[in-house]
């Protein structure tokens, strides 16, 4: 997508009203009740449909992992306690501004792109986006996802960055992210940045649309995943 392309709002086409030709009314009132009816089932708005990058990820028990660094976590009930191999921190994620919406934006043709008002988000973009990568990487990781929570002292954490380049939306053709990605240990100086450029084919509509998003998510966390585990052993390159 770039900065020039022409967005234009699509709706749903309200229902038609169809003019006949009326029969004498017996009364005035009558006329203003048939006209209210009338006017009331031309204006009703369609319905909207909100859509989740994350409802459709697993989320594994932190119990089934096996410690790396030594922390642990207290359980809900503080009765007990699970250990947890990593601390992450996934920072909110930059996306391009004529994505940064709640409405879908798709791609309908060479340049241009149309803003669904009745497909959306359950949230803004960038937070659904954030929230669906952090819940992937917790459940392949077996970890604690730490942003604006306190760690305990000495506690190694990952620290990671997305930047969107491209979020494109073609129903019934595909779903494309572009991410440029970083997995950085807090306090020291070892970084990878990397990024993945990651295509799924889709069937028609808008369900279809979402679920190669959700894919291409997995798919991310699974190269930021492996992408930890090597930083933790000392490993480097993407």
Request: aromatic content about 6%; glycine content about 8%; hydrophobic content about 45%.
């Amino acid at each position: 997508m770039t900065s020039t392309s022409p967005v234009r709002r699509f709706m749903a086409a309200p229902p038609s009203c169809v003019r006949k030709r009326a029969a004498p009314l017996a009364s005035p009132v009558a006329l203003t009740m048939a006209l209210t009816v009338a006017l009331a089932g031309c204006t009703s708005p369609p319905p909207e449909h909100f859509y989740s990058l994350s409802s459709a990820l697993p989320v594994l028990p932190l119990a089934a992992t096996v410690p790396a660094s030594g922390a642990t976590a207290a359980n809900a009930t503080g009765a007990a306690s699970t250990a947890a191999p990593y601390f992450i921190e996934v920072l909110a994620p930059s996306v391009p501004p004529q994505v940064a919406r709640s409405q879908l934006v798709v791609t309908s043709g060479a340049g241009r792109i149309d803003l669904l008002e009745q497909e959306r988000w359950a949230a803004p973009l960038g937070a659904e986006l954030g929230q669906a990568l952090s819940l992937a990487l917790t459940a392949r990781l077996g970890a604690i996802d730490v942003f604006r929570t306190p760690t305990p002292e000495h506690a190694a954490i990952y620290r990671i960055s997305t930047s969107v380049q491209r979020f494109e939306s073609a129903p019934g053709q595909y779903a494309l992210l572009d991410v440029v990605w970083s997995v950085r240990l807090a306090g020291s100086p070892k970084v990878l940045t990397c990024r993945s450029e990651l295509k799924e084919q889709v069937a028609p509509g808008y369900d279809a649309l979402v679920a190669g998003h959700r894919r291409a998510v997995g798919r991310l966390a699974d190269a930021i995943g492996a992408a930890v585990r090597r930083l933790a052993s000392g490993g480097a390159g993407c």
